[in-house]
């Protein structure tokens, strides 16, 4: 039967769950290549965009230094001790999801903004 000396579970004290193995290293390498990808876009929108700086351009600027620093924190998340458990790991799945989200915004403005161009908008 039951221990006496046991004391009865309550709902405040779940038990902790962790997440299985392999979870961490896939998220921290999918952090890992977002990153570079959103530093890689960065630089080029920074330094080798051809099209001339106005106002528009800085919206996707922003967008996505925004979206880099909510994956950078999502990375850090994912790297500490607590990240194993499944309430952490799901935090750290919001901020970056969050940030790709950003992420993609921010593409799709510099898309507008490099199809708009001096000469108004083209498709091809």
Excluded at 79 to 105: F, K, P, S
């Amino acid at each position: 039967m039951d221990d006496p000396n046991a004391s009865p579970q309550t709902a405040r004290e779940e038990p902790v769950r962790y997440t299985p193995d392999g979870y961490r290293a896939g998220i921290i390498t999918a952090i890992s290549v977002l990153v570079g990808f959103s530093l890689s876009f960065l630089r080029y929108w920074a330094f080798e965009a051809t099209q001339e700086w106005s106002w528009r351009f800085s919206i996707s600027t922003v967008l996505m230094i925004v979206s880099m620093l909510m994956q950078l924190v999502a990375l850090f998340r994912s790297l500490q001790i607590e990240d194993h458990e499944i309430a952490h790991y799901r935090n750290t799945c919001r901020w970056l999801v969050w940030g790709v989200a950003l992420m993609i915004l921010a593409l799709i403005f510099a898309a507008m903004e490099v199809s708009f161009g001096a000469k108004g908008p083209t498709v091809f």
